[in-house]
């Protein structure tokens, strides 16, 4: 599909492109950096501090030879390829690590990295540490993540020695609300009658977030939103995606190349990473508690039912016709909501296409393309804005 | 460094083994017989839960409620030879027929529209379902188990611990209030007592602090007994018993702790390894190697392990069944729930994580005077995976040879027996210099 926006989207495309490597343009502002594995970090907290948090992404072209060594054939592909930029010195910048409770997999890849600080540090000099959010949603895991927060608060202080000041708390706060009300504007663009947004574009867009500082983000978002109400309408049949996390374009590519338009997902780069509710510097603890906890439900945490009931609702909202489950080999937990996303979504008319156990390169594009293919071919028909 | 075998999937044919303790028939028969009393009860109107193998089945043990296993169970049906078949039901319905064999057995059981001809009857409907959310797949697994026979999940919550002290098994007797992190053991017993209240009002059985203590005191004379059996087995050469006999005999008493029948059951396991000893009794008479197993049994082929015994004299002497029920379970002291807390806090370190399970493990292979270690890694469990580069580099580091095998050991048609027995013959001829007996070569 070809799709242009203007000068902002050029930079924040760069930013994506480049990842961790545009990390190092914000070098001179003297800021700390602290790298974040799994989508569930409070980053508000780490900026409040002073820090400049970036996500710790996998990439699926570099090969994983001390991943193999050191890891489980059982772990997911990406969280191979993220331990193998950190231990192959691409994040040697980072001040230290800070890993979220975001899936089974984390947790066991904080526990590898722990012990091989343990037996062989000179591999892994960055300091770790482990945030133990809980998701489910119980008013006691609330208390729980309350005091979780709480730990952090006091941790990231200790490492600055510097308390957070009332005023930077509510300046981080601030900046993150309105990078997630950006997003849901860009959002609106997506899903509107007469889109301006590509679902490349808004993967793009989201995922630069993560490897910038937020207010320089704000500032491009700002005009990206601007020159995008002029850009052409985006033109296809509209399909939702759901499952595995896409941590490069070339999926999304691959659809929009089949004339799909993509009008939202659920997984952590894509709107899951801004949608919720405002995080509130008056009650900080307890705002970002709520925020992580009771946003969209997390694929890997979420119980089948949750997770359903949210997938059916956003589908409503974008006008899908149809929606796509990606699932990578070895994202089990995915693949039990299946069966049951399937029922949800079929009740509203909205067929599903399975793609499962898929390669983390993305080595089988035609194979890929053909059911893609022939997947919108038979919906074409189906009622539904185009 | 370690030997690595991969296993590819063929036809299966498994040998039963050869049941040899007397504690370990009577356990069988005693679960037949009290399967058959759940059916009576739950047909009788009585609550029924389906609990995951990491639940506090302590409190349904102090409150009366009858319960079932998901490990147990997936045992059970491995044993029978039925997983092939119930994982075709999971196909069918859409759910991955490759992953999580383990636990998913439940859900695949309640597809199953034949119930009746299952196993042993077939598992009674439950009325309420409970896991914790120990990894990313369980919780999800029983929510639907729970809704394909329309009762309520409770899940419970699940916590990571960020210290590491040494020695856990020296320090979680008595010491367990202080051992653990306070926000860990202070937020089980809060879904503790969530879950009692729960079960209170659902099943309209009071809770009893007094029952609870009981049932934790007759745990301690249980695991006291394991604790002395293991030390007999690990002192004496050539060992008396090896771990076919003594996972049957464990594990099922461990299903049923708390009962005044599973401290009988442990008591005539101990007696049995006891006369074993006196009596000169040995798995090899002639033993030429102490091994020792790390990882899932291989419920659909304990006859694997007698085949090397015969063959070369090499008997497999320590498993992680009988070293935890030792190691893992005792808890002494004044609070009942807190203590109970505590042994669900650690058991997940214990046996998967790094440095808790590899120093546990040299800890157990110097005790037992082990001569080579056969890991068995699970290829499609997250939850299960226990730091294998760093257990074979301290087990190797330690001077213990260590053979990695990569398998699932409930789903029998992931099980090449030619080649996993090929693997570990290699092994013990090639690592450990042990010749076959000449009259077992073929
Ligand atoms: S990941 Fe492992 S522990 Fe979790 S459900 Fe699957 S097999 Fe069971």
């Known amino acids: ?386 | 460094m370690s030997e690595e075998k991969a296993i590819k999937p063929t036809e299966n044919k498994n040998a039963a083994s050869v049941k040899r303790m007397q504690s370990a028939a009577d356990a069988s028969q005693y679960q037949r017989e009290w399967f058959k009393d759940v059916h009576k009860r739950v047909s009788e109107g009585e609550p029924f839960d389906f609990v995951n193998a990491d639940v506090p089945m302590e409190i349904l043990r102090a409150m009366d409620i009858p319960f079932l296993v998901n490990q147990w169970w997936a045992s059970l049906c491995s044993a029978k030879q039925m997983s092939g078949d119930l994982f075709g039901l999971m196909k069918e319905e859409g759910y991955p027929d490759d992953i999580c064999n383990y636990c998913s057995m439940g859900l695949a059981a309640a597809l199953d529209p034949n119930h009746a001809e299952a196993a042993w009857g077939g598992m009674p409907k439950p009325t309420i379902a409970i896991a914790r959310y120990a990894c990313d797949s369980i919780n999800k697994l029983f929510e639907l188990y729970a809704q394909e026979y329309g009762i309520p999940f409770y899940p419970i919550e699940n916590t990571v611990p960020i210290n590491t002290p040494d020695n856990w098994w020296k320090e979680v007797h008595y010491n367990w209030n202080e051992f653990f992190e306070k926000h860990r053991l202070d937020f089980m017993v809060e879904e503790l007592k969530g879950l009692i209240r729960f079960l209170e009002q659902t099943t309209g059985k009071m809770f009893s602090e007094t029952k609870l203590r009981e049932v934790m005191d007759l745990i301690n004379q249980q695991e006291e007994y394991y604790q002395k059996a293991r030390d007999l087995i690990a002192k004496t050469k050539p060992a008396p018993v090896g771990i076919t006999d003594t996972v049957p005999s464990v594990m099922i008493p461990q299903w049923q702790r708390g009962t005044k029948w599973a401290v009988e059951s442990a008591k005539k396991f101990y007696e049995e390894v006891k006369d074993a000893v006196d009596k000169g009794i040995a798995v090899c008479p002639n033993e030429r190697a102490r091994l020792m197993w790390i990882g899932r049994g291989l419920w659909f082929n304990l006859g694997f392990y007698q085949y090397f015994e015969k063959k070369y004299d090499a008997a497999f002497i320590w498993s992680m069944y009988l070293g935890i029920a030792a190691d893992g379970y005792l808890r002494y002291g004044d609070d009942p729930l807190r203590a109970l807390a505590s042994r669900f806090c650690g058991m997940e370190e214990f046996l998967h994580m790094p440095p808790w399970n590899t120093d546990w493990f040299i800890k157990a292979a110097r005790e037992n005077d082990i001569d080579g270690v056969v890991y068995l890694v699970p290829d499609n469990c997250t939850n299960a995976v226990e730091g294998s580069y760093f257990i074979v580099k301290a087990l190797e580091d330690a001077g213990i040879p260590v053979l990695m095998l990569r398998a699932d050991p409930v789903n029998a048609k992931k099980w090449n027996p030619k080649t996993m027995t090929e693997a570990v013959e290699d092994f013990l001829e090639n690592r450990l210099g042990i010749e076959p007996n000449p009259d077992e070569e073929e």
């Open chain 1, 1 to 386: 599909m070809n799709h242009s926006q203007g000068k902002a989207y050029e930079e924040l495309a760069k930013i994506y492109n480049e990842k961790e490597t545009a990390v190092k343009r914000w070098e001179s502002n003297n800021q700390k950096i602290i790298g974040c594995i799994g989508y569930d970090v409070p980053i508000e907290i780490l900026m409040a501090a002073g820090y400049f948090p970036v996500q710790i992404t996998g990439d699926s072209k570099i090969k994983t030879p001390v991943a193999d060594k050191y890891l489980e054939i059982a772990f997911d592909a990406s969280v191979r390829a993220q331990f193998e930029k950190i231990v192959s010195g691409k994040y040697s910048y980072l001040d230290r690590i800070v890993i979220s409770n975001s899936s089974d997999v984390l947790i066991r890849l904080y526990y590898y990295m722990r012990q091989m600080r343990r037996v062989e540090e000179e591999l892994l000099p960055i300091p770790l540490y482990f945030f133990d959010i809980k998701f489910s949603q119980f008013r006691s895991s609330t208390l729980y993540n309350r005091e979780r927060v709480q730990e952090f608060i006091e941790a990231v202080q200790c490492w600055t020695g510097k308390a957070i000041l009332p005023d930077a708390m509510e300046n981080a706060f601030n900046v993150c609300n309105e990078n997630r009300k950006l997003l849901k504007q860009m959002q609106e663009l997506r899903i509107a009658d007469e889109p301006k947004v590509t679902g490349t574009e808004a993967l793009t867009v989201i995922g630069a977030s993560l490897y910038m500082p937020k207010e320089e983000h704000n500032k491009l978002m700002k005009k990206f939103l601007d020159e995008a109400q002029s850009a052409q309408t985006v033109k296809g049949t509209r399909i939702y995606v759901s499952g595995t996390a896409h941590e490069d374009t070339g999926f999304y590519e691959l659809l929009e190349g089949c004339g799909v338009h993509i009008v939202g997902e659920d997984h952590d780069l894509g709107s899951r990473l801004f949608m919720g509710p405002e995080v509130s510097p008056a009650y900080p603890v307890e705002s970002v508690t709520d925020f992580y906890q009771t946003r969209f439900p997390s694929i890997k945490k979420s119980h089948v039912r949750e997770r359903v009931a949210a997938v059916v609702e956003q589908v409503k909202n974008t006008g899908a016709k149809g929606a796509i489950y990606f699932i990578r080999k070895s994202d089990d937990a995915a693949s039990w909501d299946y069966p049951s996303l399937r029922k949800g979504l079929e009740a509203i008319n909205v067929p599903v296409l399975l793609l499962d156990k898929q390669n983390y390169n993305l080595d089988n594009k035609e194979e890929l393309q053909n059911k893609i293919s022939e997947f919108i071919t038979s919906i074409s028909n189906q009622p539904g804005r185009e």
